[in-house]
């Protein structure tokens, strides 16, 4: 079946632009994770939803960083004011429940750079 | 709060000899814990994990690993190394239960690579 599908696969962005990245998860999983990797700071986690509701959103770095996520399916993270420190590869993943911790299924990710 | 230190960010081997990539980690309340595996421009791979079970746990491409909680640590081990293992390689803890059950600490990695 159908993994963790990310688009795009890589965004080019002028310094002070807002970008979107989209994740579409595995079908009927209910929790879907948002981690930033990049060479200074490693793999760190951004936001978990649980369905639609963002229980915890901790791993945002500031208020220029938000997510959602509709239907149970498709999230979207959005970064406004792009910095250059935004530059990294930004992974999503799903599993198909909390309870099921680690189980998490990886897209390919989507690697921005900032100029 | 939860922590994972991988020792060394480049392990090199030659091929067929023993893989062995090191974990230690740090947590207040009992951890699972994990081996995800990172190929060039590709999203990353479960390995293997720990949830209580047995401590010594079985993953794909013949890696395993053993939990040790005397000594925090949980090192991940091949008896022989093949060109193909050759990649990044993550240890990642979770807790359980609480707000942060499911979110992934992960260590800094250690890139394997495998010499004819």
């Known amino acids: 079946g159908a993994g963790v599908s990310q688009s795009p696969s890589n965004k080019v962005t002028e310094k002070g632009k807002d970008v979107e990245l989209r994740c579409d998860p595995i079908s009927g999983h209910t929790a879907l994770y948002w981690y930033r990797q990049s060479l200074g700071q490693g793999l760190e986690f951004l936001i978990y939803?649980?369905?639609?509701?963002?229980?915890?959103k901790s791993g945002l770095p500031s208020d220029r960083f938000s997510a959602e996520r509709t239907g149970e399916s498709v999230s979207t993270l959005t970064i406004q004011r792009t910095q250059q420190e935004d530059s990294a590869v930004y992974l999503c993943a799903s599993s198909l429940a909390r309870g099921l911790a680690g189980e998490q299924y990886f897209g390919p990710g989507t690697r921005l750079t900032v100029t | 709060a939860q922590s994972v230190t991988q020792l060394g960010s480049h392990v090199s081997v030659s091929e067929g000899a023993l893989v062995l990539l090191r974990c230690n980690y740090s947590?207040?309340?009992?951890?699972?814990l994990f081996w995800y595996v990172q190929y060039p421009n590709q999203g990353l791979q479960l390995l293997l994990k720990?949830?209580?079970?047995?401590?010594l746990v079985k993953g794909i491409n013949g890696f395993e690993a053993e939990f040790k909680k005397s000594e925090t640590s949980f090192h991940l081990t091949k008896p022989s190394a093949h060109m193909s293992d050759a990649a990044e390689y993550f240890c990642?803890?979770?807790?359980?239960?609480?707000?942060?059950?499911?979110?992934?600490?992960f260590g800094q990695g250690t890139i394997l690579t495998v010499h004819p």
């Open positions: 939803f649980q369905g639609n509701s963002a229980p915890d």
């Open positions: 990642a803890v979770t807790i359980r239960g609480g707000t942060s059950y499911g979110k992934l600490t």
């Open positions: 947590s207040s309340v009992p951890p699972y």
């Open positions: 720990y949830t209580s079970a047995a401590t």
